[in-house]
């Protein structure tokens, strides 16, 4: 796992993403991911998306959690 320092922030996630227009609008997107450690690249993801469709409910979900600090969340939800 690289530090927390080197880590890309959601808008570097943001900005590297592109969404296919051509696709119809769709109603529901889940983004899938097999670790989340900060949830920068969901929120970026997510933001792009929602951008994209605005009508659509984005929810997110990954395998696997890590995080290093734990002071940064105001919540945290187990399924």
Do not use: H, W
């Not at 570097?12 to 592109?18: A, D, H, I, V």
């Not at 991911?33 to 929120?43: E, M, Q």
């Amino acid at each position: 796992m690289s530090p927390p320092e080197s880590r890309p922030l959601p808008q570097n996630q943001f900005e590297t993403l592109r969404v296919d227009r051509n696709l119809a609008e769709p109603r529901e997107i889940l983004l899938v991911d097999d670790i989340v450690t900060s949830g920068s690249t969901a929120l970026g993801a997510a933001s792009r998306l929602q951008m994209a469709f605005p009508k659509a409910r984005i929810r997110a979900f990954a395998m696997l959690r890590a995080m290093s600090d734990q002071k940064g969340f105001r919540s945290i939800e187990d399924p």
